[in-house]
């Protein structure tokens, strides 16, 4: 990736503030040059410096899918999918969300990767009108399955109020002004709409700084997830640990609704200080030592040796009876 940063003014990616941040340690997955921060203030964690608007624009239209093995197919593609548990996690969404989706609702989803979740919605509920914003073009159709989805450039470009309900799985920590999201889901729900956002929980467990990488620029606990939310104007109904657990219980579960009366934003309220010092805990103790340096340099020689996707289908038949096993455990 070219590592063609914006100015950096030192300001919390969530709170704007540039007092009380922290360095906790360089980015080291990819070396792009950035740095994790510590907010003080919002206990926010983000990388630092921004990249600019058209390296990230390049990164995620030609980069961001050969950058990590797991998202490279290897021969079969359908193979690649079955692995990934793409469909099964489409529809574990999916179950939880559509009792709550009225007849003909607009669906928007930001960021809807290979289209797994669009694709189930239109089998399972053909009455939905669905719309998304995808940049990676090359793949978004891979799982729609025939659904009918209207593409967008953006989520900016629709009008206030048009829309019933809006999704965002693995999506607002790739952003690089989360308030600036939630102000949008705001704006363009009806009044009484719902959005239901999924995120990495920063309090999960990270079992090495290789979990910091370019793609994810912030990094949420519950906390501060519900702060930026109600910041909005928004009302959460719930926001906390994926319900069920399973494949999905390292991620947070985030519940929305527009008000029915006026939405109106207001400032990001401040963390605990109890709260600052168990993000400081919880990034102090992922280690970096000599054993996750080697397998870091050992895994990018196997990976320059027979290549990413190779490397890919390996990870991901490992990882394919603990998504199964997890989903089986999320049922019962």
Request: glycine share 6%.
């Amino acid at each position: 990736m070219n590592a063609d940063f914006a100015p950096d003014d030192g300001r919390c990616r969530c709170c704007g503030a540039t007092c009380a941040q922290r360095t906790v340690w360089r980015e080291v997955y990819l070396g792009s040059g950035q740095e994790l921060r510590r907010c003080g203030l919002c206990a926010a964690a983000y990388l630092a410096p921004d990249f600019s608007e058209e390296a990230l624009a390049r990164f995620y239209a030609h980069d961001y899918r050969r950058l990590f093995p797991m998202e490279v197919p290897w021969r079969s593609e359908e193979r690649f999918f079955a692995l990934r548990g793409d469909r099964l996690v489409a529809n574990r969404r999916l179950r939880r969300i559509s009792p709550d989706l009225p007849r003909g609702a607009r669906l928007f989803e930001l960021g809807s990767g290979f289209g797994a979740f669009l694709g189930a919605a239109a089998a399972v509920r053909p009455d939905l009108h669905l719309l998304a914003s995808e940049p990676d073009m090359a793949h978004r159709e891979r799982l729609l399955d025939g659904a009918r989805v209207q593409f967008l450039p953006q989520q900016q470009v629709m009008d206030e109020a048009t829309l019933d309900a809006v999704v965002a799985f693995h999506v607002m920590e790739h952003l690089p002004d989360p308030r600036d999201f939630l102000a949008t889901v705001a704006r363009v729900l009806v009044p009484g709409g719902q959005a239901w956002i999924e995120v990495p929980d920063v309090m999960s467990d990270w079992r090495s700084r290789n979990y910091v990488h370019p793609a994810h620029l912030s990094y949420f606990s519950a906390s501060l997830l519900q702060r930026l939310a109600q910041a909005a104007g928004l009302d959460v109904i719930y926001c906390g640990a994926y319900p069920g657990g399973g494949m999905l219980a390292d991620n947070l579960w985030l519940h929305l609704r527009r008000p029915r009366h006026a939405c109106v934003s207001k400032p990001l309220a401040a963390a605990t200080a109890q709260e600052v010092r168990l993000l400081d805990r919880q990034l102090n103790r992922v280690s970096w030592a000599l054993r996750d340096r080697m397998r870091r340099v050992l895994k990018q020689a196997i990976v320059s040796l027979f290549g990413s996707g190779l490397v890919g289908e390996l990870q991901r038949r490992r990882n394919q009876w603990r998504v199964l096993q997890e989903e089986c455990d999320a049922i019962r």
